[in-house]
């Protein structure tokens, strides 16, 4: 075979193999989406943490207390 055809073939194969790749790719994420989906309506549906309740005292309090 003439080598500007065998780098032709090199040359599409090399882009083939990269679309290839981007075809799984965005299939995979096509796969995954149901998933993530309900994923992300599990974490957001979640109620918001409670407070927690801010200390009766203060550390100049504590430093009276025990005379430090």
Known sequence: MPPFI??????FSMMGGFFLV????YLLALL?????R?????????PPAKPSAPPKSSFKDFSRKHGT
């Open 32 to 36: 995954l989406a149901p998933i993530e």
């Open 6 to 11: 065998e780098v032709f073939v090199i040359i």
């Open 22 to 25: 981007f075809l799984l790719m």
């Open 38 to 46: 309900g994923l992300s309506r599990l974490i957001w549906s979640e």
